[in-house]
């Protein structure tokens, strides 16, 4: 499966003779197979045939589309009756599932439906930025407005050192 996803993926050309020797009907039967990882790499070589527009161009045309229907359904249902845990196991899978809802039947997908493509628990909050001030850009600190003082010696200061430009190092 690796390596028929690889030249599916290499060579866009190829996907029309992948699907004349027949290889889109056991992909779609092992989208419902029980190991996880089966599942993602025939939804893989899927997606990529469909990415390419090879996919709808053959005489079993509507046998396969029905199958690939029937398929990604019966994934479908199984994925909604999950526990949120078993759900994080199958992130990818549900991406590729609605990808290739989209491009094979040009509709929202019955996860994206549910909301089963992307679940809060899966978009892990962004790590905090605690450098960015400190790593401020010299002359954008030196742009930014100053801030008056109440005394005179300080807006002396202030004023000189508004007025002096900036130190370019660099050759």
């Not at 009907?25 to 029980?34: E, I, Q, R």
């Not at 899966?122 to 005394?151: C, I, N, Y």
Request: one cysteine or more; charged letters at 25%.
């Amino acid at each position: 499966m690796q390596v028929l996803h690889y030249l599916l993926h290499e060579n866009p050309n190829d996907n029309s003779i992948a699907a004349d020797l027949g290889f889109t009907k056991p992909l779609v039967s092992l989208v419902v197979a029980d190991d996880v990882d089966i599942r993602q790499a025939a939804l893989r070589n899927l997606v990529e045939m469909a990415r390419n527009e090879k996919f709808n161009g053959h005489t079993e045309e509507k046998e396969n589309t029905m199958n690939l229907r029937r398929a990604l359904e019966s994934r479908i249902e199984q994925i909604r009756s999950m526990d949120p845990e078993e759900l994080s196991v199958v992130k990818e899978e549900r991406a590729l599932i609605d990808s290739l809802w989209e491009m094979c039947f040009h509709e929202p997908s019955l996860l994206r439906e549910g909301g089963f493509v992307v679940l809060q628990s899966d978009e892990e909050p962004p790590p905090p930025d605690v450098a960015s001030k400190l790593f401020e850009p010299a002359l954008r600190a030196w742009a930014a407005p100053r801030q008056t003082m109440g005394s005179q010696n300080q807006e002396e200061t202030t004023t000189s050192m508004s007025t002096k430009p900036p130190l370019l190092l660099g050759g």
